[in-house]
C-alpha cells in the first residue's frame, strides 16, 4: 500500500506543481487570443523547421550515446539508441527523470545491455549537460548581464542575497556536514550484508559512468556535443520567426530565453510545463514584448514541442519491435 501511494505521489505531484505554476503565470489570459494566433497568424514553416532541429537534437544524443557504450565492449543498434532515446523524453512528460530509467530498459531488451552499465553513461552524460549549460549561461552572462539583472530585479531575486550564500562560511560548514554524513553511511552499509548484494551494481554503474575516457574519436564526440546543444537552441531562436511580434528578437535574445528555460526545466515538471513558460515570458517582456504575447508564444511553442516529443515516443515505441524483428529474420 505505501508503495502505491509513493508511486501515486511520484506521478500526480509533478503534475500538481506544473498545474500550479502555469494557472498562476496564466490566470489572467485571454485564451482566445492564442487560438486566434494558431490559426491565423503563426508560420508554419518556420516552425515546422524549428522541429527538424528538435527531432535531429534527439538522433545526435543516440548517436553519442552509442559512442560512450563502446568502451564497454557493447555496440547496440544505432537505431535502437535513437528510439531510446525518442521514448526517454517522451517518458519524462508522465513522470520527470523516468526517462533515463526506460531508456536504459530499452538497450537493455533488444540488445542485451547491462541495465547498470548504461545508467552509469547516462550519469555521465547528465554531467556533460550540465557543464555544457554552465558554460552557455556563463557566456551569455557576459554578452547580456544587464538584462539578468533587471530579471532579477523584476521577479524580486536579490543577486547580491546569492552572492553572499555562496561565500558564506556557515554554506561551507554545512556542505561539509553533508559530506562527512556521506563518508559515515558509506562506511556502515561496508559492514552490511546489503552492501554486497549492491556492490556489483554500484561498479557496473561506476563503470558505466568512467567510460568517457575510452571513447576512440573524441572529437567526434565533442562535435556530436556541439550539435546536440546547436540542436536545442535553433529549435527555440527560430520559433522567434513564427510570430510577428518575436521575429525581430536577436540571438543574444534567443540566448538569454535559452539559459533561462534550461535551468527552468530543472523542476521537476513534465517538460518543464509552469517553470519555462514563467521564465521565458518574464525575459521576453524584458525585450519589449507585451505579457499577453508573451504568453502566447510560451503557451504554443511549448505545447507544439510537447507535441513533436509524444510524436516521437509513439514511433520510437512502435518502431522498436518491427526494427528487431526485421533485423533478426
Known sequence: MKKLVKKALKLILPLVLGGFILF????????????DVLVNGLNWWWMLLSLVFGVFSHVFRGWRWKQTLAPLGVFPKTANCVNAIFISYAANLLLPRVGEVSRCGVLSKYDGVSFSKSLGTVVTERLIDSLCVVLITAVTLMLQINIFN??????????????????????????????????????????????????????????????????????LFVLYTILIWFCYFMQFYITFFCFSFTSDLGVLAGLVMFVGGSFAVIVPTPNGAGPWHFAVISMMMLYGVNATDAGIFALLVHSIQTFLVVLLGVYGLAALPFINKKQNV
Not at 24 to 35: I, L, S
Not at 166 to 189: E, R
Open 24 to 35: 498562476w503565470v496564466y490566470r489572467d489570459f485571454d485564451f482566445t487570443k492564442a487560438g
Open 150 to 219: 533587471r530579471f532579477f530585479e523584476e521577479t524580486g531575486t536579490d543577486i547580491n542575497s546569492i552572492g553572499k550564500l555562496f561565500t558564506s562560511v556557515q554554506l561551507y560548514i554545512v556542505l561539509l556536514c553533508i559530506i562527512g554524513v556521506g563518508v559515515l553511511v558509506y562506511y556502515l552499509m561496508r559492514t552490511l550484508s546489503f552492501f554486497e548484494k549492491v556492490k556489483g551494481i554500484v561498479l557496473n554503474v561506476w563503470e558505466g559512468i568512467i567510460s568517457l575516457k575510452g571513447v576512440e574519436n573524441i572529437p
